[in-house]
């Protein structure tokens, strides 16, 4: 049977990262593994910057390049003491391609070219990944995941051709696996026109879920630098508790709400599948983790899910009439089209609102297109709370040196849009 194992930036941060990755490899070697690897560390940041630097026609474009490719021949060198190993050129190869960018005119369309540079920080950390494997002993073999993930044209969150992408990595990835390890990127596809797209920011756990979902795998587990899911963001709250089980459903609203653990399209083509989801800690890969599967597992530990620099959108009529169902319409083919999640959301007699992130690109415009039928009103700089199996005491807690702007309470889920109280 197959599995698939996905490392995220953090798991291969530097070489001591990717040697463990090696390691928690050779502890499995009766399974035939496909693994799917994020860019180190902070790249795709870096990479962002870059682009912005880039469009924006900035100076310091060459400066954020070169400090890009420094990092990665640094961990290069520590890894492979022979200079003429081919993984030297390899990754210099990469790093030109993203020279021949720079040396164009920007493209018009920021999102395209965001895909084609961002894209890269998959591509250099798999080619470093594989030939590491290679150099330990473990037969790996390299695969462009753009020849396997097929997408539309919507660049940042390409949408998968299902069929397509199911149909290529069934072809011939089952017989790479029967004698080697495979190594492909996560977060990157491709047009039929031969573009990369990306799946959408932290989408190399969606990654490892298509893979496992179109080769029915075993179980597909993502090494994280927790020791597994959660109920809150360690870096955010103290005493957190780990789930040992969660079934699909509960890890598909806690990854909806934001919970930044797992990406929020994963879950559902595992759940079609019945593949089980292990998040393990890279670091202990002997101890359980959590494990996410059909189950009716009852959470006790209330789920903590907390979103910074949110905007409040408040929407009314030019006239002040009444919200109806014909500018409700209006209003999601507007947040749609200009790709806007919207987190939080609240309808009167009279207003829409709209909690979404904040984004100094796309926000201006879907503004200066709500602005064309309606009146607009905005808050920024918010906070987005929101407990899963709550409780009025941790609410209380969590609330109470903030002002709550916005609140909706259901039967398992509170949600409160949130301003600090000096503000």
């Known amino acids: 049977?197959?599995?698939?194992?996905?490392?995220g930036g953090a798991s291969v941060k530097d070489a001591e990262g990717i040697k463990n990755l090696a390691r928690i490899v050779e502890l499995n070697p009766e399974k035939n593994l496909l693994v799917v690897v994020s860019a180190m560390g902070k790249t795709t940041n870096a990479l962002e910057e870059l682009t912005k630097a880039y469009t924006g026609k900035q100076a310091d474009v060459q400066d954020i390049l070169n400090s890009i490719k420094n990092y990665h021949e640094s961990i290069i060198k520590e890894l492979?003491?022979?200079?003429?190993h081919p993984v030297?050129?390899?990754?210099?190869?990469?790093?030109?391609?993203?020279?021949?960018i720079l040396e164009e005119e920007p493209h018009d369309d920021f999102d395209y070219t965001y895909d084609q540079i961002v894209s890269m920080g998959e591509l250099i950390s798999t080619r470093i990944v594989s030939a590491y494997l290679n150099y330990s002993g473990i037969a790996a073999k390299w695969l462009d995941a753009r020849s396997y993930i097929h997408t539309d044209n919507t660049y940042r969150e390409g949408k998968v051709d299902w069929a397509r992408t199911q149909k290529s990595i069934q072809q011939n990835i089952p017989a790479i696996l029967s004698d080697q390890v495979a190594v492909t990127q996560g977060f990157i596809g491709g047009t039929s026109e031969n573009f990369t797209t990306t799946l959408g920011r932290e989408g190399s756990d969606y990654t490892a879920a298509i893979f496992a979902s179109c080769l029915n795998a075993e179980a597909v587990t993502i090494w994280k630098d927790v020791p597994g899911v959660l109920n809150a963001d360690p870096k955010l709250f103290p005493n957190t508790v780990k789930y040992e089980e969660l079934s699909y459903r509960d890890a598909l609203e806690m990854t909806f709400y934001g919970a930044t653990v797992i990406h929020p399209k994963t879950i559902k083509p595992l759940q079609n599948s019945k593949i089980?989801?292990?998040v393990k800690p890279f670091l202990s890969p002997l101890e359980p983790g959590t494990c996410i599967k059909e189950s009716n597992v009852q959470i006790t530990q209330p789920a903590?899910?907390?979103?910074n620099n949110q905007v409040l959108i408040s929407i009314s009529t030019q006239d002040l009439s009444f919200i109806t169902e014909d500018h409700l319409c209006d209003l999601y083919g507007i947040f749609a089209a200009e790709h806007i999640k919207v987190n939080m959301m609240q309808l009167s007699a009279i207003s829409y609102s709209a909690c979404v992130d904040a984004d100094d690109r796309r926000l201006p415009k879907l503004m200066s297109v709500l602005e064309k039928s309606?009146?607009?009103?905005?808050?920024?700089?918010?906070?987005?709370l929101t407990i899963r199996h709550f409780n009025k005491e941790v609410i209380s807690q969590l609330t109470a040196s903030k002002t709550v702007i916005l609140e909706q309470i259901s039967r398992h889920t509170a949600q409160m849009v949130l301003r600090d109280a000096q503000a």
């Open 276 to 278: 089980p989801l292990m």
């Open 80 to 84: 492979f003491e022979d200079r003429n």
């Open 374 to 384: 309606f009146k607009v009103k905005y808050n920024t700089g918010l906070q987005l």
């Open 88 to 100: 030297y050129n390899e990754v210099a190869n990469t790093f030109v391609e993203i020279e021949w």
């Open 304 to 307: 903590i899910i907390l979103k």
């Open 1 to 7: 049977m197959v599995n698939v194992f996905k490392f």
